[in-house]
């Protein structure tokens, strides 16, 4: 019996460290469907802000890609600088970007950026004893980015936008494949990408 309530407190006590912060990623898309398809051979992406602005988008930019690139779609990324640390014009940065001469330009404007640690402890039962200490704290660090994201290109200034809201956790980088799969998504449903 001893043992048995021991295994039941363990199993209540483990739970919680298993119920750890999951990954949300959501793309709110602005309603706004194209009669025809674009056709796009140049597309730009831009960011501003921090850093770790900066290293989301450059990111999500390597996956989005090579995602377009099936598509015969060729992909740049710029970082056009931080308008409230380094007090960057980022207009001009973006006209002087735009001397590769795209079809289309998806910006990525960050409105929340930060982070957060969160630890998880697990309980560790000894068996010789039946006695049950906890383990050292595990941490994790989730990075929590909201971007308005705006596609426009030289004939429009606006094709397409979203709001992009994701919680991830930092050194993850698989997560970004998945990011960029839901932003293609976004457009192809919008009809500015062909379906494949």
């Known amino acids: 019996m001893k043992t048995f309530l021991l295994s039941l407190i363990s199993v209540c006590l483990l739970l919680p460290a298993f119920s750890q912060r999951r990954t949300i990623l959501k793309l709110d898309v602005t309603e706004h469907k194209l009669d025809s398809v674009k056709s796009y051979h140049k597309l730009l992406i831009v960011t501003e802000g921090n850093m770790q602005s900066r290293m989301y988008v450059e990111n999500l930019s390597a996956e989005l890609g090579k995602a377009l690139k099936s598509l015969q779609i060729e992909c740049k990324y710029q970082f056009l600088g931080d308008r409230l640390k380094d007090n960057a014009d980022t207009d001009a940065a973006l006209e002087k970007a735009k001397a590769w001469a795209p079809d289309a330009i998806l910006r990525f404007v960050p409105s929340t950026t930060t982070e957060k640690m969160g630890y998880t402890y697990a309980p560790v039962v000894n068996s010789l004893n039946n006695s049950m200490r906890f383990s050292s704290p595990s941490a994790e ?56």
């Open 141 to 196: 660090l989730y990075l929590t980015n909201t971007f308005d994201v705006k596609l426009i290109d030289t004939e429009d200034d606006h094709v397409w936008s979203a709001r992009l809201f994701t919680v991830i956790e930092a050194g993850r980088p698989t997560i970004f494949r998945r990011i960029g799969k839901m932003i293609l998504a976004g457009l192809r449903k919008q009809h500015v990408l062909a379906q494949s």
